[in-house]
Each structure stands twice: as C-alpha cells, then as structure tokens.
C-alpha cells in the first residue's frame, strides 16, 4: 500500500504481527471461533504510536428495507442495495479512533463503522435485477444515513461490526494481542486483517494477515454439492426422504 | 449437543430439532396435514433463514407424509386417483407461487405477505373448522342425532365436463373442481412453505364431500407431491435446502408420524378437528397480528441478495 505520505523521519516505527489461526475450519460443531492476533510495536522515536486492528469479511450486499405503517399495517418500503458491505469488519484499537486520526485520514482508510465505504448507486437509478424490472435501488437522498447506520446497528446486533477502543490491549512493552471473534453466521471466505500503525495522526505502516473461513468435512460436501449440482441435490433429498418415510412404516409395523 | 448446518450456516441444537420434527411429525400422522405451517416459525425463532427454513422443511414435510401414506395405504384409506388430480393441480400452483414469492420477496414484501397469508388463511379455515366441528361435537353430546346428512353435494360438481371416476372416494364428478383447488393450494404452499394440507382437507371435506375415511391419507399423498416438488424448485433455484436440517427434523418426523396415524384411530373425528381447528387459529394469530404491533427497529435485512 503505497500512499502519498511525506518520507517518514528516520528512526520510523514499524509494526509486525501475527495471527493465532490463519485458517478456521467450519465443522458439524462449529460455534464460531475466537481468533487472537499477536503483535509489536518497535518504536525508537519519542513519539506515541497507535496500532489498530481491522479485520474485513469479504463484501455481502445488503438490501435493506424500512417499515412504515400504512393503515394501520407495517409494511416494507421497496429496499436499498448497499453494495460493498463487508460481511464481516471489526475493528480494535487501544483508544478513542477520533483521538487517533483525523475524521479524512479514517475516512480514507476506511477504518471505524462510520467510514465504511458503502455504495448505493446514483439516486433514483432503476434497474433489472433477478428478473424484476424497475428495482429501485436507491432513492434515499437525505435518509443515507438513516439507512447506513441501521445496517451497522443490524449487522453490531448480529455480531457481525464491531468496533472496540479497548480491544487493543497491550501485554509488555510494545507488545500488544487483539482478539477477533467470529459468531457462527460470519460469512465463509477470505478475510484480511490490516495493522494499521499510526503517529501523530498519520498512518506510518501498514502489515496485512490473511485469513481464511472454510467448511471442511460433510459440511464441505454437502455445500460444495448444493451449489454445484442443486437439481440433483434436490432430487436426492427427496428421495431421502421418502425412503425413510417407507423404513419407518416398515418398522413401525412390524413392531 | 449443538450442530453447524451447511447451508442455514447457524449452528443449533441437534436433539431439539430432532424433537420438533417428532412433535410435527406426531400433529401430521393425527390430522393429515404437512405442518409446515407450524415448523416454520419455530425454526425462523431458531435463527434459522426464513428461505431456508421453508425449504428444508418441505423436505421433512415429504419424509413424514411418506411414512404416513404408507400406512394409511395399507389400511386403503388413500385415494390415489383423487390425489394424483390434485397434485397435478398443484403443481401447476406451486410454479406459479414459487415465481409469485421470488418477486414478492425482491420487492421486500415477502414477510409481509407471508403473514397476512397466515392471518387470512389459517384464520378463516380454523373458524370455519372450528363452528362446524364443535356444532357436531355439540350435538353427539346431547344426544341428538348427527345432522342428517343430505346430499348436499353441489350441482356444479356433476354438471361440469370432464368427469371421471373416483372409486375410493365414491364419487363420480368432473375433474375440474379438484384441479383448480389443487392449483390453489399450491400457490398457497409455495407463499407459504407448507404443504397445504390445512386447506384441503376442509376443501375435500365440504367442496368435494369426500367420505372422511380417505380425506386423510389422500391429503398426505397429494403432500407428498407437492412438498416434492418444491423441494427440488427450491434446491435447483435458490440453493436453500439444508440436507442436514432436513436429515435432523426428518429423523424425528417420520417416528411421530407413525405414531400420530395410530393415534388417530382412538378418536373421533369431530374431537381431532376441534383440537386441529385450535391450532390452526392460534398459530394463524400469532404470525399475522405481528404485522400490526410496531417494531422495534424500523428497518430490516431484506433478503435476496446474501447478507
């Protein structure tokens, strides 16, 4: 990640870490996992640096409706599309992210709930979508925000964002652990965790984890078949179904 | 013992769904209906998705009207005939009622429509059950005689073309009739994710006047078609058929149906649609009347697109 920064005064601070699991396996007793990540800060200036945590899931759009009452009845407004939304995003830091960096820097790196990049297409774009026609996607205008911080609250309440001040908590000198949990509905797929360091408000270094949710097992099978072959998936439930439905008769009558 | 489920990608309980599923299988076996529409919201409140939640359950649905049928056609109480029309009906619904709900559902109205179904439908059905059974339940216990059943069959039912025979039933009327109630409840079965049953055997019972000795096995045997089907819809369509749900709930299914047909034999059956009647009505209130309470967050996750 390259980024137009005035050349760091020399001794810079750098970070490195680690993470305790690099691949969760969802498995038939799969609750979710708590991952720990493990770091330094190696700072020989006198200036303070910060080390923050973000986790990202991969991206889920999200529509999202609000209910309004019409005579007496809560319906669905026609939802918006949020294109963007990470499934999953966590972020930790070890105090205030307003008394880390400025309002532009976060925004830039997209680093706090309220700076993630969320797109909604043009105001009043219509479009065709799943055979639908005339989707509005987005007609909200003044009610973005309304709309985008219900996504968070949906997705906080879920377990799905967080964002904790105290979750970078350092163990020694410069050496600080996060921990990161995953709820069960966490999204399968590749996430990224970034370490963000920064100083005086500026972010000097940036180190990035891979991370990787995966079914492995029956778990695996059965997903990989749904997907891939769905007809005969369907077929094969069925006839499941109705062959333990004729054992069970069977047992039944002769007992 | 809590186990993860590929496709619903939640973890639960495994021995309380294999519970639910014997508790549903026990109400479909006595009464000759699917129960989806009472496994459907249990499951929602486990956190398990709506879609699939109603797809997964069909599947339980075809396991335990499966183990029914074949014991109901033992005991020839299935009119195979009859049914086979019916579901020709409905499957031509279920078509239309899983494209009918794909729109609903990208329009953010599918939760919606769902529960005024539930209202209107379940409602209706379990007053109507509810007056006519408890008025016969009424008159065995004061002794006087059961209603002299005329033939009330309506003359629309022998006056359209198109008749055929129904032995089992003893019948002999057009085909139509059962037809287009077979395509109603299928869309019915597709909006709603169950199989029906709540609506055909009153169907079969007052607008067909089928003798109650086959209404039972009959709609199970139509059930299990029309749950068949849309279980392979939704596989190939949506992906939202969860094998492993539908193994746990299946599991527990097909052993309370067995015991629900036996126990169906020790009552009456004005006492059994007095009981069904109840739980029709009380279920039906309880998903619809919550589109009138406000919520506590005015905005929802509308689904459709992951997330």
Known sequence: ?255 | MDVYLPIAEVSVNAPLLIGLGMVVGFISGLFGIGGGFLMAPVLVFMGIPPAVAVASQANHVVASSASSVFAYGRKRAVDFRMGAVLAAGGAVGSLIGVEIFRMLRLMGQGDLVVSLSYLIFLGVIGGLMLTESLGSLLRRRRGEPPEVVKDRRPAWLYGLPLKMKFPRSRLYISVIPPILIGVFVGILSAVMGVGGGFVLVPAMVYLLRMPAGVVVGTSLFQIIITTSLVTILQAGRNQTVDLMLATLLLFGGVIGAQLGARASARFRAEELRVVLAVIVLLVGLQMGLGVFVTPSDPFVLAPGMGG
């Open chain 1, 1 to 255: 990640m390259a980024y137009d920064l005035p050349p760091p005064p020399v001794p810079a601070a750098s970070v490195s870490a680690a993470l305790t699991t690099t691949k969760v396996e969802v498995t038939s007793d799969y609750h979710g996992q708590k991952i720990v990540l493990y770091g330094a800060v190696f700072n020989s200036t006198d200036r303070p640096a910060d080390v923050v945590v973000v986790v990202r899931g991969p991206d889920q759009p999200v529509r999202i409706a609000r209910k309004v009452q019409v005579a007496g009845l809560w319906l669905n407004s026609r939802p918006v599309v949020f294109q963007g939304a990470p499934g999953f995003y966590t972020v930790a830091s070890s105090r205030p992210l307003s008394e880390i960096a400025d309002y532009g820097t976060l925004r830039r790196l997209a680093i706090g709930v309220d700076h993630l990049a969320f797109k909604t297409p043009a105001d009043g774009a219509v479009e065709t979508r799943f055979g639908v026609k005339d989707l509005v996607v987005s007609r909200l205008g003044s009610d973005y925000l309304d709309y985008r911080r219900a996504v968070v609250r949906i997705k906080h309440a879920a377990g799905l964002y967080d964002q904790n001040e105290h979750g970078v908590t350092y163990v020694d000198k410069g050496l600080f652990r996060a921990e990161i949990n995953l709820p069960t509905s966490a999204p399968i797929g590749r996430y990224q965790a970034e370490i963000h360091l920064f100083q005086e408000g500026r972010e000097v270094q940036v180190r990035q984890r891979p991370l990787e949710v995966r079914k492995v097992g029956i778990e695996r099978t059965i997903y990989l078949f749904a997907h891939e072959r769905p007809w005969a998936y369907g077929i094969l439930a069925v006839l499941l179904a109705i062959a333990s439905g004729y054992g069970a008769s069977v047992i039944f009558r002769r007992s």
